[in-house]
């Protein structure tokens, strides 16, 4: 073996090497962006999780909203703009996962879970008059997805809450 052969074994280990450093690091970008999607998916929930959680725990808010997706202009002035900037909260949260998901850092199974909540909220009346007022604050594919649910919407989430319900019978377990 002489020097020339020495060194075209040394270009090929050389080149070999970085084809496979080159690999590693496409690897790492990868999980990288995929662990910034689920950051960014994460925060995305944690906004609707904390808007559920101040209904569940301050009283006044939740009765503001449970009056206002029943009828938004029953409320004063002042609960008004409490409604308006809790549903605010909720349909940037929406946004969010919205745009991640068309950006593919969302899988399929949390958008569509995120989806099916916003689209039994958005059959209420207050919600359907917040929208009307505001659905120009929020970019246009959210616009037409909202749009679009309400379309195929129906109050029946405030059913729910009736007290004319019939009870519900607990399962005997056999």
Not at 145 to 153: G, H, T, V
Request: charged content about 25%.
């Amino acid at each position: 073996m002489d020097w020339a052969m020495l060194g075209a074994i040394g270009e090929l280990l050389g080149a070999a090497g970085v084809i496979f450093s080159l690999l590693y690091l496409a690897r790492q970008i990868k999980e990288s962006t995929r662990g910034e999607q689920r950051t960014r998916y994460e925060a995305s929930l944690q906004g609707a999780t904390r808007w559920s959680e101040s209904l569940a725990v301050e009283h006044d808010i939740a009765s503001i909203v449970f009056r206002g997706i029943a009828d938004r202009n029953s409320l004063t002035p002042e609960e008004k703009f409490r409604f308006n900037c809790s549903l605010l909260m909720l349909f940037r949260a929406y946004e969010s996962v919205s745009q991640y998901s068309d950006e593919g850092g969302v899988h399929e199974w949390g958008k569509e879970a995120f989806f099916i909540s916003i689209g039994d909220f958005v059959g209420l009346p207050g919600v359907q008059d917040y929208w009307r007022d505001r659905r120009h604050w929020f970019a246009p594919h959210v616009r037409a997805e909202i749009d679009r649910m309400i379309a195929e919407s129906s109050p029946r989430m405030l059913d729910s809450y009736s007290e004319s319900r019939p009870p519900v019978e607990a399962s005997t377990g056999s």
